[in-house]
Nanobody, 121 residues
Framework: QVQLVESGGGLVQPGGSLRLSCAASGSIFSINRMGWYRQAPGKQRELIAVIISDGNTNYADSVKGRFTISRDNAKNTVNLQMNSLNAEDTAVYYC???????????????WGQGTQVTVSS
């Protein structure tokens, strides 16, 4: 069984910063891609940042220059440093991992439970 557990969400004032973390655990053979998605009320879930095993990253235009994704391959963790937050960043943030599970040897996508980020004064 594979689990992704997120932490670090909360309430922050406009212009502030937050750091989200996600740890993958369980019967994991390898992780190819890790990323962060978010879903605001009434909107579809969107990909905002992704990092693959070689360190290459990609960002949505809406967060480019403000958010930084990083990962620790040895610990199976991914972080999202969010700076210059504004009200439009308010959403539930989800961690995602595309990985091979050791028991099944299949590549699948796994999701965290989500963490709320609210930007408000």
């Amino acid at each position: 069984q594979v689990q992704l557990v997120e932490s670090g969400g909360g309430l922050v004032q406009p212009g502030g910063s937050l750091r989200l973390s996600c740890a993958a655990s369980g019967s994991i053979f390898s992780i190819n891609r890790m990323g962060w998605y978010r879903q605001a009320p009434g909107k579809q879930r969107e990909l905002i940042a992704v990092i693959i095993s070689d360190g290459n990253t990609n960002y949505a235009d809406s967060v480019k220059g403000r958010f930084t994704i990083s990962r620790d391959n040895a610990k199976n963790t991914v972080n999202l440093q969010m700076n210059s937050l504004n009200a439009e960043d308010t959403a539930v943030y989800y961690c995602n991992a595309n990985l091979v599970e050791r028991k099944t040897w299949r590549r699948s996508d796994y999701w965290g439970q989500g963490t709320q980020v609210t930007v408000s004064s």
